[in-house]
């Protein structure tokens, strides 16, 4: 009966958990949008195409997204999820490429006061190191945001035609003040004894409005911002916004200017989330999360998955701490020097440095070359993770490769193409090339797991003289949970998933909280003889489990003792004497646990 109960317990316990994955939407699915995209397929006779969008009242609306859309047949009508639904079932599905929501991403600042005087963010990226040698002349930056207006701060900054994707029309004025903030990061007009600098003061901009004076805008605008900088001649572009919802019209648009050649940065997202925002979520695209004052990561900054580098994005903290740039006043459209923060202040950073290596390594080129003969989004990716400044503990990938320095990134541009060479030698000097440091100097701490499992075994062997233990899978499996745990796992890192399942079933269970909620101190709780105590009165009469749960206490007894030498820290506790005595304590009472429980026992099987 009592086996019966246990597992009826567990299965119900299993049940809601697989319900609630089942029924949770993941990062590609959680977007707002009021509007739909449908991509016909581009060999489409007119003719049916235009039967097939008379016959179907649910299609009503449906026409080009703007004059840029005739030629990708990429459409938009106005609906929700349920049209959508409807859409997708309806006979209209077997003309086109996709049905897919018309997501609407924000811009990602942060609310902010107007005071703050200092650029500490430039010092902390070495851009007077970088302008010694670049800056940013042959690059031109498209800021795909609300529009760009030339405050007096970018006077001198040259500027290509841009486009009004919001409107349909030239105008690419600021009505909200986000745009011309990044673009002052980016070029701000710099040695003109009025305002603040910018990182690339000499490269050219291309403002394309795609966001409303709200801060919102649709991706299938974003899209078509992307393809027309690709075409119209930009070298990076800058997606200082995002959201949720996967867009398979967004991602073709990164792949299409990819493709020619163009360096595509975006903002990683201010909801303090394990994973980047889409569009910095694609593979092709620069993830740019935010750091404060201090160089540690802004408390909103999204980490995790897809995260490729980090950049100052301002905070609260101090009366310096955010990005400081003149823009509009969204309320009065004056100028006004103002700070910012966000991963939308983070990513232009790296836009910026972008152009400073797109400059360099034109400025080493034969004469009358071109920027796509020396340089690919592949190289320069490369060297801005190759050249970022790397923190030693970052198991969250908080900083993706690490912080942003832009002065090294373009002396190593100007050192020529980063060849497999350098590139071996880079890492071999920073120690990637030691098996130990993707251990160690990572997420697991190799030389104490493995003194955990072998410890749990050598105690195993030492007991089983004196003991009926039996090798069989049960024990195998208690002795790894209690000590080691598939430690190697916590080192997979998988794009586009969370890391923490990963964590949880690469601990063992003294380190189960830490798995989950991060922290180097031990739970007192785990890190104690209760658990295998409670668990052996619960399944003493199960023979196999009680072989389970005696492989545990040794396995848990070996860790502790292990975490007693290595890092004696518990929460309530501290570290010191007092906690090493307490797991000492606790790894005898494990021992004596299992010595009690297997007298009287001819054998355990």
């Given amino acids: 009966m009592k086996r019966l109960l246990i597992l009826g317990l567990f299965l119900v316990g299993l049940w809601f958990a697989l319900a609630h994955f089942a029924n949770s939407r993941g990062l590609a699915s959680q977007g707002t949008f009021e509007s739909i995209i449908v991509n016909f397929k581009n060999n489409l006779p007119t003719e049916t195409l235009s039967a097939q969008m008379g016959s179907l009242p649910e299609a009503k609306g449906l026409d080009f997204n703007s004059v840029f859309s005739v030629d990708e047949y990429l459409y938009t009508l106005p609906g929700n999820r349920e049209l959508l639904k409807q859409l997708r079932r309806s006979p209209l599905a077997q003309f086109v490429e996709y049905i897919e929501p018309n997501y609407i991403y924000q811009a990602l600042e942060i609310p902010n006061d107007p005071d703050y005087s200092k650029q500490w963010n430039l010092r902390a990226i070495g851009a007077e190191a970088a302008w010694d040698l670049s800056k940013g002349d042959g690059a031109a930056v498209a800021v795909i945001d609300t529009g760009v207006s030339r405050v007096p701060d970018l006077g001198e900054t040259e500027f290509v035609e841009g486009y009004n994707f919001v409107e349909d029309n030239r105008d690419t004025r600021d009505d909200n003040g986000h745009g011309t903030h990044v673009a002052g990061t980016i070029a701000q007009t710099t040695n003109n004894n009025y305002g603040v600098a910018g990182v690339a003061y000499k490269a050219k901009i291309m403002p394309l409005k795609v966001l409303s004076a709200t801060g919102g ?11 027309y900088a690709a075409d119209q001649g930009a070298t990076v572009i800058n997606l200082s916004l995002g959201g949720a919802g996967e867009s398979q019209t967004l991602q073709s648009a990164i792949d299409y200017a990819y493709d020619k050649g163009v360096v595509i940065v975006a903002a990683a997202g201010n909801e303090n989330r394990n994973s980047s925002a889409y569009p910095a979520r694609y593979p092709k695209v620069i993830s740019v999360a935010a750091t404060d004052a201090t160089g540690n990561r802004a408390n909103y900054s999204n980490y995790g998955a897809g995260v490729d580098i980090a950049a100052p994005g301002g905070s609260e903290q101090g009366e310096n701490g955010k990005i400081l740039q003149e823009t509009l006043d969204p309320v009065s459209q004056k100028p006004v020097l103002v700070g910012f923060q966000g991963t939308s202040m983070a990513a232009p950073h790296v836009a910026g440095t972008v152009a400073l290596i797109q400059s360099a390594q034109l400025q080493g080129a034969k004469p009358g070359a071109k920027l796509q003969d020396v340089s690919s989004p592949q190289e320069v990716l490369e060297i801005l993770k190759t050249s970022a400044r790397k923190v030693s503990d970052d ?14 990134a373009v002396k190593l541009a100007r050192q020529g193409q980063v060849t497999f060479r350098d590139f071996f030698r880079w890492l071999r000097d920073n120690g990637y090339l030691n098996p130990i440091f993707w251990f160690d100097g990572g997420a697991v701490s190799l030389i104490p797991k493995l003194l ?25 499996w208690g002795l790894i949970l209690g000590s080691s745990g598939l430690f190697f796992l916590q080192g997979i890192y998988v794009f586009d998933l969370p890391q923490w399942p990963f964590r949880l079933l690469g601990s063992s269970l003294p380190t189960v909280t830490n798995a989950l909620w991060g922290g180097a101190q031990l739970n007192p709780l785990l890190a104690s003889a209760v658990i295998p105590f409670g668990l052996l009165v ?47 304590v606790n790894a005898l009472l494990c021992v004596a646990l299992v010595w009690l429980a297997s007298q009287g026992d001819s054998r355990l099987a």
């Fill in 538 to 584: 619960l399944l003493l009469g199960i023979p196999q489990a009680k072989t389970w749960v005696l492989g545990l206490s040794l396995g848990m007894a070996s860790f502790l003792t292990v975490a007693a030498i290595y890092f004696p820290s518990l929460m309530f506790i501290g570290a010191g004497t007092w906690a090493q005595v307490y797991l000492g």
């Fill in 395 to 408: 198991t969250f990938n908080h900083y993706g490769a690490g912080q942003l320095s832009a002065g090294e």
């Fill in 452 to 476: 955990m499992v072998a410890g749990s075994y050598l105690l195993a062997i030492l007991l089983r003289i004196y003991l009926p233990l039996r090798w069989t899978s049960p024990f195998h």
């Fill in 217 to 227: 805008g649709t991706v299938a605008d974003i899209a078509e911002a992307i393809r």
